[in-house]
């Protein structure tokens, strides 16, 4: 008889570990403290172009990159809820790098042409400039296109500003000099290597006010009136919303205007 009363606690013993192992169990698994974190969304993370040399838009301060298009691409990456990875380079590796799979967008003062959106995919406008003719400060020669017959143009590669130095050229009988940057290209018209050179508006305006040692004035009209867009692979239609959909928000909640406003004093057209 005892031994039949030990086999029956015994079993009652086990049956009881048996439960409390279950609940132990079951809790750790049905949304207690231990959430796996496979199931936490990720936030995504896309690695964008920019042309570290185009102030007031992209340019280095105090080690930092600063500028319309960096404040704005900052701002649309907060209020779509992704981030962004910014990588700077020379104006004219940034859209093969997109269309090679290297960068999966891009803002660089990126003007909207048809010949780019063979290629990429190319957002709403965000910002309206055009091209103006730059001289040295002293220059009385030139004073619009006709002006170019047997001038030198130095221009930056890649930028729709070396397409229309390239029409110019041709139609006028002037001379090209292509370089990097544009730093570069505005010093060989202040050291009278190149008589003129050309530049979207509000970028060369900015540098004028700026920096007192310019040596650089406009003339003449703007010679067209292109319009900024941001740039992403042809396939990512993700992207290319979240660009549009949080430029909209900005526009209508004011931000885009205090971030223009914080390099130019203006907002854009």
């Keep these: 008889m005892k031994k039949i ?14 439960a409390c192992g279950n609940e132990k169990s079951t809790a750790s698994t049905s949304g207690g ?19 570290a040399t185009y102030p007031p838009f992209e340019f280095e301060k105090d080690g930092k990159y ?3 298009d960096i404040d704005l691409i900052n701002a649309i990456a907060e209020v779509e809820g992704f981030e962004v990875e ?19 967008g891009a803002i660089a003062g990126i003007s909207i ?38 001038k030198t143009i130095a221009i930056k590669k890649g930028t729709s500003g ?33 008589d003129v050179t050309l530049e979207d508006f509000p970028v060369i ?23 900024y867009g941001m740039a992403v692979g042809k396939d990512n239609e993700e992207l290319l919303k979240k660009l549009n959909d949080g430029l909209k928000k900005l526009q209508e909640n004011g931000k885009y205007d205090e971030i223009v406003k914080t390099y130019i004093g203006t907002t854009a057209k």
């Design 86 to 104: 910014l990588k700077p380079m020379d104006f004219k590796a940034i859209i093969p790098a997109i269309t090679a799979g290297q960068l999966d």
């Design 205 to 227: 305006s900015y540098k004028i006010a700026v920096d007192p040692n310019a040596n650089l004035k406009v003339v003449g009209d703007r010679l067209n009136g292109d319009f």
């Design 33 to 51: 403290t231990a959430e796996p974190a496979a199931n936490k969304e990720e936030v995504k993370k896309y690695t964008f172009g920019t042309d």
């Design 5 to 18: 009363v030990l086999l029956l606690m015994g079993a009652v013993i086990a049956l009881t570990l048996s």
């Design 113 to 150: 042409t048809e010949e780019r959106k063979q290629v990429v995919s190319l957002s709403d406008p965000y910002y309206e400039a055009g091209l103006s003719l730059i001289v040295r400060s002293d220059n009385t020669t030139i004073n619009s296109p006709e002006d170019l017959a047997g």
């Design 66 to 68: 600063i500028g319309i």
């Design 162 to 194: 070396a397409k229309m130095a390239e029409e110019l050229a041709k139609k006028y009988g002037a001379d090209i000099k292509y370089f990097d940057d544009s730093p570069t290209m505005y010093q060989e018209v202040v050291n009278k290597n190149a």
